[in-house]
């Protein structure tokens, strides 16, 4: 088992849409998710960074995180075709220094038709 | 924008040439990485460094080597280079005392 997982998609949803992207993962020590976003050729955005279980809002993005059921969410509101880009999470445990790592999913492929 | 750039942004080269990437920083941060992302597979860690001259592998470091001689700068040698070396490669920093890193905007080499 991958100690990540992520649904690669292809996701293709209509302007407005809300859209919800998911991963899940089975290393227990993982406390810290980010969800980054990277438009075609270009290098990887950060986009939602969280430490904690729980929700957290920034505008049209809400990031969630049940370590219970070890799965995270992004929700995106009102999509836009300008959020047509590929999602990619990521997590690392607690470490000290130089060995910390991130890992990350895969990524989601999505698609906000006009 | 993270103050990362990459070097160059495009090459193509022959099997078996050596190939130096470069990654520079302008914010003094103790901590690079480079990774490499390939279809199906995601980003990969390639090496790291955690200050000058101090540097670590990651999972995919084979017939890659690394160098830190400067703080701003990281160098990625692919020493002979081969096809399955064609990928997309990354260079990122991570700001002391946090966990997200920041990516820059990337190397596509081809190796013909």
């Known amino acids: 088992q991958k100690e990540v997982e992520q649904d690669p998609g292809p996701l293709s949803v209509p302007e407005g849409a809300i859209v919800s992207l998911n991963c899940t993962y089975s290393?227990?020590?993982?406390?810290?998710f980010m969800w980054y976003r990277q438009y075609s050729r270009k290098g990887p955005e950060l986009l939602m960074y969280t430490y904690s279980s729980g929700n957290k809002e920034d505008g049209r993005f809400t990031a969630q995180v049940d370590k219970s059921s070890k799965y995270i969410s992004l929700f995106i509101r009102d999509s836009q075709p300008s959020d047509s880009a590929t999602y990619l999470c990521?997590?690392?445990?607690?470490?000290?220094?130089?060995?910390?790592?991130?890992?990350f999913g895969k990524g989601t492929l999505l698609t906000v038709n006009p | 924008d993270a103050g990362i750039t990459q070097s160059p942004r495009h090459k193509v080269t022959e099997t078996g040439t050596p190939v130096t990437l470069r990654c520079h920083q302008t914010?003094?941060?103790?901590?690079m990485y480079w990774y490499r992302q390939d279809p199906g597979h995601g980003l990969r860690l390639i090496h790291y460094s955690y200050g000058v001259k101090d540097t670590d592998k990651g999972e995919v470091s084979d017939g890659y080597s690394v160098s830190r001689s400067k703080t701003e700068d990281f160098l990625l040698t692919l020493e002979s280079a081969t096809s399955s070396q064609t990928s997309v490669y990354f260079c990122?920093?991570?700001?002391?005392?946090?966990?997200?890193?920041?990516f820059g905007p990337g190397t596509r080499l081809t190796v013909t």
């Open positions: 914010e003094n941060h103790r901590y």
């Open positions: 990521a997590m690392s445990a607690p470490s000290g220094g130089s060995n910390y790592k991130l890992t």
């Open positions: 990122a920093i991570r700001p002391q005392s946090s966990y997200e890193q920041y």
């Open positions: 290393n227990s020590a993982f406390q810290y």
